[in-house]
């Protein structure tokens, strides 16, 4: 074994003491799962910003968007034909600035679901460690060492707020993006 190797956990031992850490772990889990819905809920909503923007059916948006593999793939898409598309400064604005927060939502979202927990000797959650390759140095090195502490568990909770206000805000945007584009059709 070299020390590159990692470490394998005591798994008898964790499991002997996991239901004193249950509390703590749920709370993370729920807070992962909550902010997952949330995010895939805000994502999804950009099919309609698709349908939209390429005048279209809910369908082909659909398929459009399901065939593009990554979320970025699909937000460059929606930016690109709205640039392509959108002569209404006003709707062009308000989708950057909602993309924009999509983009900021997605960045706390990916922390968690890519990363490794680390656990104390207890089975207690202490970190996450990002499995983000970076280079520092000119060496590679997994991304970042997070504390999960009470600070972060807040992060979350105002992260899911966020979502779930950004959700009603593009809900109210599209009638302002079908209007806008059904004018451009017009002229």
Known sequence: MSADDPVQPDFEALERIAQEKAGQRNLLFALIGNMSYCWSNNESMFIYVLQY??????????IIFGTLNTTRARI??????AEAKLADKDAATQLRRI??????CTKLRNEFNHSVFKT???GAITHTHSMRIQRRNGQLHLGELKPVDQQRIEAMGAAIKKMVKLNREIWQFLPMLRQAMDDTECT
Do not use: G, P, Q, Y
Not at 53 to 62: G, H, K, M, Q, W
Not at 76 to 81: K, Y
Not at 99 to 104: P, Q
């Open 120 to 122: 104390d000797s207890e």
């Open 53 to 62: 923007l390429i005048r279209t059916d809910e369908i082909t948006a659909t």
């Open 76 to 81: 460059d898409l929606v930016e690109r034909l």
């Open 99 to 104: 993309i924009r927060r999509f983009n900021e």
